[in-house]
């Protein structure tokens, strides 16, 4: 769940082989409870990857695919998505069909292979100007460096010498440095996964879900009420 809330993109991964595929989509099913997480969790854009399709009861047959894709196209239709804007790509992960190129063992299949899929999805806005807002997913302490919080940048910008303030308990410190799959960085904009040092802070100080702000630029502060969006 904590890698979907931060995901710009979901793939779905549905199992093409028969009773596979039939148990993923019944009402207790993965492919159902995944895609509607993702769109619960804000997830607009998504790719579907139909995979398996070497499978024995498939051997990559048109029929098969064309009855999956409008099965599950009815459900996301349900969900909220358009899936008249989804790719659905046949794929074979054990033999790499569709995946980084077209595969000549599906020649009736027109569209894009996987690789080329992800290319074409559209960038997210990224809110750099707003005041730096970045939910903390979890806190550690590392022999050597001390305290350091990681979390996605939702807005605004996090750098070295900052003094950050964590929400809702109004503690303030310095930013000691921030890296991201462990290099420095001068600077992390909104979707960067980063861990960041903070100065004279003990890890029992800070907890998963804190918000860490700048404390010169409207820092995030407790509220008396919120809009939600509840799914049932």
Known sequence: ITGTSQADCAILVVASGVG?????????GQTREHALLAFTLGVKQMVVAINKMD??????GQARYEEIKAEVTTYLKKVGYKPAKIPFVPISGWEGDNMID????MAWYKGPYLLEALDNLNAPKR?????LRLPLQDVYKIGGIGTVPV????????????????GPVGLSTEVKSVEMHHESLPEALPGDNVGFNVKNVSVKELRRGFVASDSKNDPAKGTQDFT???IV
């Open 228 to 230: 939600a969006q509840v």
């Open 151 to 166: 979390g996605r940048v939702e807005t605004g910008v996090i750098k070295p010498g900052m003094v950050a303030t964590f």
């Open 20 to 28: 596979e595929f039939e148990a993923g989509i019944s009402k207790e």
């Open 102 to 105: 077209r595969s000549p063992n």
């Open 127 to 131: 809110p750099s100007d707003k005041p």
């Open 55 to 60: 499978d024995s009861s498939v051997m990559y």
